[in-house]
């Protein structure tokens, strides 16, 4: 009997299914992100459009993600993943299929920044979150790691397809394409083979048997009480404020960074295609750097790991404060190393140290505004690097910001303490 439930605990686990449908899904939702850059220049080209009044309708499918994803993660674990998520991934598929027909701004704003932009949290990090905390505990962070290895792909993926279809029959024919993968790839597989919690098919989390249920315990005895909280209770605490705004510090200096490094760089003699490569480089890093750092704070713990990943990401940035005054490519390429190596921390363990204090009842709604936060702090990044540069004709100072909400952020982690709510399986089974 023992020898059965041995092999029993050596079969493939299903939860490895539904992570390899989060990193396809994720790949898509971070694609229609990036892929944004190069339909954006051809409508420009086309329509002649300003760019501030043309890039608006990627602001309206922000603002329509942040309202979202407390919404969709609060449906999810209330009445399922697939009922929330495959009409959402329908409405991407019928939202760029409408694209197709744009004549107008306002079309252009209702068809990608209202149809699209609602339809987004559905196949997003939001779902795949509250999903995969499901089915991993022990092994969370390096399932979120591979899971979020999809956001890396997407760059490298999405970004040349399109501007090779657009320059072959035209941002039309791109949109259309783009429609058809939507409704031929992510909503099947998702319809067919995504599970909600893995006592569906008579499993625990990690694939232990529910016939023979391993014995795990808390590293900290209020672990599991935390999860039990009510929302109100929860709201009262340093601790849940620290979880919704560390992701967003580290928020606002990503994005300042992505979005003004090319202009930077440009103002400093680089070639325009050599500077905007460095984001697909920077991606491809920040790829396979996902994975490690999960698996690595699967057993070093998510506050060193996230430690780690923020002291690349400030590595980072001051190889580029130091490209303006000593112009070497080495450090353009330590820039995109360290960069792409701690942005790579940031989504398995906010997922990861999120699952480990809140997964339960509430946790779709905790998420969806721990999401909801980091749009407000990508989009506030965004808007104060530019008007430092406006103020002062220099990045120096905005970069500096960058690197001090990291170390802020870095902080909240310590004092949010995730290691005193992990479970870990006991050595007695």
Not at 6 to 23: D, K, N, P, S, T
Not at 122 to 144: D, M, Q, Y
Not at 232 to 259: C, E, H, N, Q
Not at 369 to 374: A, K, L, P, R
Request: a positive charge; hydrophobic letters at 55%.
């Amino acid at each position: 009997m023992k020898q059965t439930t041995h092999l029993e605990g050596q079969r493939f686990y299903y939860g490895w299914v539904i992570v390899g449908l989060a990193m396809l899904s994720m790949a898509y939702w971070f694609g229609l992100r990036t892929s944004f850059s190069v339909f954006f220049v051809a409508l420009i080209d086309e329509f002649h459009w300003g760019r501030a009044e043309a890039a608006a309708a990627l602001s309206i499918a922000m603002v329509a993600y942040m309202v979202m994803a407390p919404i969709v993660g609060i449906l999810v674990d209330r009445i399922g993943p697939r009922r929330v998520m495959l009409p959402g991934i329908a409405l991407i598929g019928v939202g760029l299929l409408f694209c197709t027909q744009i004549e107008t701004l306002a079309q252009f704003y209702l068809f990608y920044g209202v149809v699209v932009g609602i339809g987004i949290p559905c196949l997003s990090i939001v779902p795949f979150t509250i999903i995969l905390a499901h089915w991993f505990e022990r092994k969370r962070g390096t399932a979120n790691g591979l899971a979020s290895v999809g956001i890396g792909m997407s760059s490298l993926l999405f970004v040349p397809l399109f501007q090779y279809l657009i320059s072959l029959w035209g941002w039309r024919s791109a949109f259309f394409i783009f429609s058809l993968l939507v409704f031929a790839i992510p909503l099947p597989l998702n319809a067919i083979f995504l599970r909600h919690r893995p006592e569906e098919i008579r499993l625990l989390p990690d694939g232990d048997s529910v016939d023979n249920m391993p014995k795990e315990v808390p590293f900290h005895p209020t672990g599991s009480s935390l999860k039990k909280q009510g929302l109100k209770d929860l709201m009262k605490t340093g601790r849940f404020w620290s979880v919704i705004l560390f992701p967003s510090l580290i928020a606002f200096g990503i994005y300042m960074v992505i979005v003004h490094h090319v202009r930077y760089l440009v103002d400093l003699g680089v070639g325009k295609m050599w500077a905007a490569s460095l984001f697909a480089v920077m991606g491809a890093i920040s790829g396979g750097f996902r994975f490690f750092w999960g698996w690595l704070s699967d057993r070093i713990g998510r506050e060193i790991t996230y430690t780690l990943g923020g002291i690349c990401f400030s590595l980072g940035i001051l190889a580029l404060l130091l490209f303006q005054y000593i112009l070497s490519p080495f450090l353009l390429y330590l820039f995109a190393f360290f960069f792409g190596a701690g942005w790579g921390s940031t989504a398995p363990m906010i997922m990861s140290i999120s699952g480990d204090l809140y997964k339960g009842k509430n946790f779709g709604l905790i998420y969806g505004m721990v999401e909801g936060n980091i749009g407000i702090g990508a989009a506030v990044g965004t808007w104060v690097g530019g008007f430092i540069f406006d103020q002062t004709q220099n990045y120096f100072w905005a970069f500096i910001l960058a690197i001090l909400m990291s170390f802020i952020s870095i902080l909240l982690v310590w004092y949010i303490a995730p290691r005193k709510f992990r479970l870990i399986k006991t050595s007695s089974q």
